[in-house]
């Protein structure tokens, strides 16, 4: 491995601002090949803002080609907004936005307008659309909230929205917790197929609404943690944690009033990572990482504790860099047929710039390829003939399109696929097919006969499976809420003269299958604890003989998320599947028809549509094309090719939702070692020559390039959401902790800020931390850290006036001087000094993740207009203009906007979860905890930032996440 990627580094060329203006990588193939450069370009406008991004394809063609244009080009209104996009893949979008930086209207390139709405709160009331064809616009929203009265405080509703009618239908949110989270709701569908036009007056909606209401409601304990949800049809599900904030145990009751053990138990290690869970039909599964990264290096599952009869033991093997190179299942029988060797090992082979290039592993013997599943396979049949091996060889152009994917199997026909690509797009099609795009980036058919329609916000509307003369086709149609996620899904076929529909509804932890046809009406009650998933299935109505109601199906997953086992509530296997690595399947097999019917997820977890799609939350995937059939709704978050799979990456990396692969580095510690280390040794030898701001530079910039081939390369099996989390949740305890003594001390923003730095600076590997305040009778106010199991005792000598002595320091507290009265600023203090306590926080309550792992948390990788801060810079590294919140400063608001701005100056983006948004005019948004009315977690407040270049920011107001 390390011969391949000698003489193939990565290399950044950057502007006097400096800007990243190109990125140079190499890709080789095999150790014998010259590396050939692969040149991504960046071009930024006198302002610094990122007008055109070319991915290396189209800069190759760039000089000889007459229509190239850029992969993304961008234009901005004077005051720095993005006004117009430009992309290659997905078209032209334009966003006009208001002054206070709301969203009015958008067109794209399909001649589409949106248009918004807002009351004098700048709250969202409604969205209207319009088609390129259409004659007039219809409103597809309606938002309502809920006046000031008795009736709605009892609710916790006041100023919150309370009615969305949306183009799936209308939820009404009918209660809220203390910390604005939502804790009721009701949602009903449109009685018709049509795209809704709400009209203004609500009875006038209610007539195009059908009559059935389901019901969900949440309940969540002081920490934020959910400890039950009641689904519409009355099942509940109950989570328990433990002293740490980790899921411990998981209950359903039915609304039979049945009760069943989900989750038994579960281990984790300092890490945060699961160790061992016992599942409550007595499977037990265990799990070993590797001590210095954390890699997943066994995952073993049993039928019973008592470790007899292994179900699956997988073994993984990675580079140096964190890429699978080989997954081993020891718990699977090795056959023979034909002389050849066939047992459960994949093995995969990578070039220099980490895309898969070559695969091995096994097949159904039997399987021909394409978006159909192969034969299913009954446990106990005779198997001499139905396994073969195989190896996969995958091809790539400069863009990162798979050009070419050739199957060799170890006896019969292999074959080759090839795809065609647009000279000026990463457009991509079978040879052979006629398949299309529409201006947006929408793919018009899938195979031959089967057409996609899509709707205006370019979500796949319909697929039309079989066109008939008649013009009566099988389709399957889908409606989706205002977020984007699929609501319902509807289905109707023709057989043996008969017009079978078939509906999903997707609901709140619950799945509602109905057979118009046949009468069968399935409820499939779906619960996820982690790297175990149940799917519970009680029959509303229609039940087949010898099914049993109420049963429960438990889904282990593998490495990247997708369903290998199935196994019933007595932990006998019902279904087992194994997956080619881009997620087609290679092989399943079932106890019998019946069961293997019931099982809709499979690759990445995620549910697979008799279409062959598989449906991700934000797009749909085609697993046999290797590549998504619409571009990324988050643009170029994941790379300038907006149809590419993971990198090209799918053994090592996942997608959660259809919009970015999740990755992260563990040598960003490493790298920032570097940046700090070679700066300060630049800054020693430039002094030698009277240089030492230029050495200092170097050094830095050297330390910098060496950080981005650490996280370029330091691939490893993600958890950088958890991370996150994590980081938020510290942030949001430490915000309302530091609010709390600076209203009770009478701190300044600035004395706030300084007791919330040194809170970070102390972390060390303690799982519990205290922070304090203590002021002397000289005036002098200091702030404590220090571990919070001696908090009581800390509290007390600080009760008797002995704070700065030897016993606190032997206690583990440290003390940092916030205010001194000789050398105090002449800012007011915002409210009277009182007494304070000693208050503790568990760092692990959320996510069960050590804080050395959250210290080290990095931003996610920011796009090239305007990186990401990923350690901490010094407080010119990011500057903002405060006048349009500036009469908020001196209210209780402001402290919580002071916090979160002191967070972005240090660098801890995670923390207040920081990020550009695709609409809005690309404002980038913090959240501000602690704010006045605002809530915790997701609910809380936003801090909206319009770019105006490098490190220079606008703030444009604080959003409402309820509006």
Known sequence: MASLHRFTPSLTAFDPRGASVRTVAYQRLRVEDQPVARVRRNVFGITGALQQQWDPRLHALQGHSPGGRPAISRQYSLSGRVLRTDSVDAGWHIVLSGSGGQGLTRWDSRGSRQRHQYDGLLRRVAVFEQAGNDVRERCVERLAYAPT??????????????????????????????????????????????PPDWPAAEHLRELQLAPERFASSWHYDAL?????????????????????GELARVELVFSSARRKVLLERRDCNAQGQVTREQMGNGMLAEFSYDEKDGSLLRLAAYRSARRENALQDMTYAYDRVGNVLSIRDAAQPTTWHSNVRSDATCVYGYDSLYQLINASGRENARHAGGPALPGLVVFGAAQADLWRNYSRHYQYDAGGNLVQMRHVPSSGQGYTRRMAVAAHSNHAWIQGQAVGFDRCGNQQTLTAGQALSWNLRNQLAQVSQVLRDDGQADTESYAYDAHGQRLLKRRVSKAAGMTHLREVIYLPGLELHRDHATGQWLNVL????????????????????????????????????????????????????????????????????????????????????????????????????????????????????????????????????????????????????????????????????????????????????????????????????????????????????????AESRGLTHEETHRLVNFFYEHQGDNALLSVAAHSTPEGKIYGFVGPAVSAQVANNLMQAGKPMGRDMRRLGYSNILLRDPVRAQPEQPAGPSTA?????????????????????????????????????????????????????????????????????????????????HQDEGGLWSADLHAYPGGGTGRGAFRLMFEHLGGRRYRVVGVRNPHR
């Open 149 to 194: 009265s008795a009736g709605h405080a009892a609710f916790n509703c006041c100023g919150r929205l309370v009615r969305h009618d949306d183009p799936a239908g209308s939820v009404t949110i009918e209660h809220y917790g203390l910390g604005g989270v939502m804790t009721g709701q009701s949602r009903r569908l449109l009685k018709a197929d049509t």
């Open 224 to 244: 934020g943690g959910l400890q039950q949800l009641t689904d519409a049809r009355g099942n509940q599900r109950l989570w328990q944690y433990g002293v740490e």
């Open 526 to 741: 779906t619960i996820e604890t982690g790297r175990t998933s149940i799917r519970a299935l009680q029959w509303q109505k229609g039940r087949p003989a010898g099914v049993n109601d109420e049963q429960l199906r438990f889904s282990l997953s593998d490495l990247t998320g997708s369903c290998t086992l199935e196994l019933d509530e007595q932990a006998v296997l019902l279904s087992q599947e194994g997956f080619y690595p881009y997620g087609e399947t290679a092989w399943w097999a079932a106890k019998n028809a019946v069961e293997a019917s019931y099982k809709t997820l499979r690759y990445s977890g995620k549910e697979r549509d008799a279409s062959g799609l598989y449906y991700y939350g934000f797009r749909y995937y085609a697993p046999w094309l290797q590549r998504w059939i619409s571009p990324d709704p988050a643009a170029e978050v994941d790379g300038l090719n907006l149809y590419a799979m993971v990198s090209n990456n799918p053994m090592t990396l996942a997608d959660a939702d259809g919009r970015a692969g999740s990755t992260m580095s563990e040598r960003v510690s490493l790298g920032l070692f570097f940046v700090g280390f070679l700066g300060l040794a630049g800054l020693a030898l430039g002094a030698l020559v009277d240089m030492p701001a230029i050495g200092a530079t170097a050094g830095a910039l050297l330390g910098g390039v060496l950080l981005g081939l650490l996280v370029h390369e330091g691939y490893r099996n993600a958890r950088r959401r958890a991370v996150h989390n994590s980081a938020e949740s510290i942030a949001e305890w430490l915000s309302q902790r530091a609010i709390d003594i």
């Open 836 to 916: 304070g306590a000693v208050s503790t926080f568990d760092v692990q309550a959320t996510t069960g993740l050590a804080r050395r792992k959250v210290a080290r948390a990095g931003a996610p990788a920011a796009s090239s207009d305007s990186p990401g801060v990923l350690a901490r810079a010094p407080a010119s590294a990011f500057s903002a203009d405060m006048s349009a919140v500036e009469h908020l400063m001196g209210g209780p608001e402001g402290r919580s906007i002071a916090l979160t701005i002191g967070h972005l100056r240090e660098g801890r983006t995670a923390a207040v979860h920081w990020h550009k």
